[in-house]
């Protein structure tokens, strides 16, 4: 078996069991709440989200994610008072989000995952599409019992400039780890996302089918299995 210098993970739907559409319109409702306040109506600011999200998706490494999202939420909100809204956002994803656990499913295997692959590889990469900031990432990995000290890096919405599917995702992780994309596997649950632009980038893919987001013009022929067939395939590295 093939020697890799990094492995990276995917988290939602990947190491957190999750359905997309269910965890993202749960816990926008929670976000929601919390930004009650303002006096945002919630259409609107569901769609600001989705907006802000879309032109994370489409940033082409000029600036920040953060920057990104915020330029196009309050360009729809203009007249909120942007340090206040900013400061209730980070407040929440590392608080009052930890209530969206209900929209996820536990997985005791994910912790073995990751400590198997501490053990095959030099690094160990939270390869979760920087949508969020870091303290969302991290009240997420609690959820499965990791932390920021099982990963060499974790990708965050105000530290990175690109967004999966684009493969440049995948290359700016091995320019700052200095490392070659074809001494990568990524481990992820979606055909485009994770398995077509790591690909595309140079890395190796490896699909979990318990969450799988299939793809049409995406469709992934490579290797694949369930979370416990990912476990088999680590130990075996």
Do not use: H
């Amino acid at each position: 078996m093939k020697k890799y210098k990094a492995i990276l993970f995917d988290m939602d739907g990947t190491l957190l069991p999750m359905n997309m559409e269910e965890f993202t319109s749960g816990y926008f409702k929670f976000l929601a709440k919390k930004l009650a306040p303002f006096n945002l109506p919630f259409e609107k600011l569901v769609a600001a989200i989705w907006e802000g999200t879309g032109a994370m998706v489409k940033n082409d490494g000029s600036k920040k994610n953060e920057e990104v999202f915020w330029e196009r939420f309050l360009n729809i909100f203009p007249d909120l008072p942007k340090e206040e809204v900013i400061a209730a956002c980070n407040e929440f994803y590392g608080r009052e989000f930890n209530e969206a656990k209900i929209f996820t499913a536990p997985n005791p295997l994910a912790k073995q995952a990751v400590k198997i692959a501490r053990e095959k590889a030099d690094l160990v990469v939270l390869a979760t599409n920087p949508l969020f900031p870091m303290s969302g990432q991290e009240t997420r990995m609690g959820w499965i019992g990791l932390s920021k000290a099982d990963f060499d890096l974790i990708t965050s919405y105000e530290i990175d400039c690109y967004c999966k599917p684009n493969p440049a995702y995948f290359t700016s992780i091995c320019e700052r780890l200095d490392i070659s994309p074809s001494d990568c596997l990524m481990i992820g649950n979606d055909e485009q996302e994770d398995m077509y632009a790591c690909t595309v980038a140079g890395m190796d893919g490896y699909l979990v089918s318990d969450c799988m987001i299939k793809s049409e013009k995406y469709p992934w022929d490579g290797n694949k299995g369930t979370f416990e067939d990912l476990i088999n395939m680590l130990e075996n590295l």
